[in-house]
Structure formats: structure tokens, C-alpha cells
């Protein structure tokens, strides 16, 4: 993962400016650190543009202890701010509980 990303406010206000063609959204856990594991929790925003390059932002819904439930409510809500724009939005998966 990059270290200096692109966070989904940004890509609203580039959404805005240009409308994509969709909008396709994946779920990602990422594991860091030695003596004591730490998970975090994004979600990846891609823009498709019919005849250009996609653009992708990220965003942090949680962390180790966060519950999969709680995130996919914040997730939605995101989504639900993408569609205001009228723009088809493709999620791929919520976020899973991983301990199963």
C-alpha cells in the first residue's frame, strides 16, 4: 500500500468535476508490525473512465478490534454519497470477520 494516498473526499471532488463511467469498490485488510500485529481496514474507490485512465482513492474503516458489521454500515453510508452523483457503483465485498 502506498504510503501517501488519495483519500475519498478527493475523489469526490474530482467526480464531481468529471463523471466516470462506474465506480468499483474492494475491501482490504492489511497486517502490519513485529511484536504486536496490527490489522487495518480499507476500502478502494476506482473510477473508470470510458477513454482515460482510472483514478482510486482510499479509505480507513477500522482497525484490529473493529467489528465487520460496524464498517459495512460506514461503507454504505459512503456509498450511498457516491450515488448521489448518479453514477453506477459496483461493490465487490463487504468486509468479512477474519477470526472465523
Do not use: C
Not at 500485529?37 to 482510472?54: D, G, L, M
Not at 482510499?58 to 473493529?66: A, Q
Not at 467489528?67 to 454504505?76: A, D
Amino acid at each position: 500500500m502506498k504510503l501517501f494516498y488519495k483519500k475519498l473526499d478527493w475523489l469526490i471532488e474530482q467526480i464531481s468535476k468529471d463523471r466516470p463511467t462506474n465506480i468499483e469498490i474492494n475491501t482490504e485488510s492489511h497486517d502490519s508490525g513485529t511484536d504486536h500485529i496490527v490489522t487495518e481496514h480499507y476500502a478502494s474507490f476506482t473510477a473508470n473512465y470510458e477513454n482515460r485512465t482510472s483514478i482510486t482513492a482510499w479509505k480507513k474503516y477500522g482497525g484490529t478490534l473493529s467489528k465487520p458489521e460496524e464498517m459495512n454500515i460506514e461503507l454504505e453510508k459512503d456509498i450511498k454519497r457516491l450515488q448521489e452523483f448518479k453514477i453506477n457503483v459496483v461493490k465487490k465485498q463487504d468486509f468479512q470477520d477474519e477470526s472465523n
